[in-house]
């Protein structure tokens, strides 16, 4: 596996890996940001990060996810109580965007990488390319970027 091979090039040092939600593990129908508790797992991607828990011990899971109203919580963590109940609740950050005036996904994604306070290598997983690309403007914590395709092989 492609994603794994990657994580093992970083040693035996801690690693967090924080994934997006829709269109990265979840299959998204854009403009569609509605009923995400019933919304399709991409197995093959679940699978990876299933078979990575299960194998890398210095690997965290996180949920980095974006909703734009309270109930998408609910309805993300339906999901993935579901899918992935391997993911801990208190590993699953789901931000409800309008509580953020006017930033975007990207500068709310991005800032919550940059603040993070630890010595763990962070890894992001995301599928929107103005999310990479805010991060990889600036990227405080030294967080390596992938594109959501990693996790397929």
């Given at each position: 596996m492609y994603f794994e091979e990657l994580l093992k090039s970083i040693g035996d040092k801690p690693i967090r890996v924080y994934l997006d939600m829709d269109g990265t593990i979840v299959h998204y129908d854009v403009g569609v940001a509605e009923d995400f508790d019933t919304k399709r797992p991409l197995m093959n991607r679940v699978n990876c990060v299933k078979n990575?828990?299960?194998?890398?011990?210095?690997?965290?899971?996180?949920?980095?996810?974006?909703?734009?109203?309270?109930?998408?919580?609910?309805?993300?963590?339906?999901?993935?109580?579901?899918y992935l109940p391997e993911i801990p609740k208190e590993n699953r950050i789901i931000i409800v965007r309008q509580l953020h005036g006017q930033l975007s996904s990207?500068?709310?994604?991005?800032?919550y990488i940059n603040n993070l306070n630890t010595k763990d290598q962070i890894v992001l997983v995301d599928d929107d390319p103005r999310i990479l690309g805010a991060l990889n403007k600036e990227n405080k914590?030294?967080?390596?970027?992938?594109?959501?395709?990693?996790?397929?092989?």
């Open positions: 990575i828990m299960n194998k890398m011990k210095n690997v965290s899971f996180y949920i980095l996810s974006i909703g734009h109203e309270d109930r998408h919580i609910t309805q993300k963590n339906q999901w993935l109580d579901e990207a500068d709310i994604k991005k800032n914590n030294n967080a390596l970027i992938y594109k959501d395709s990693v996790l397929s092989d």
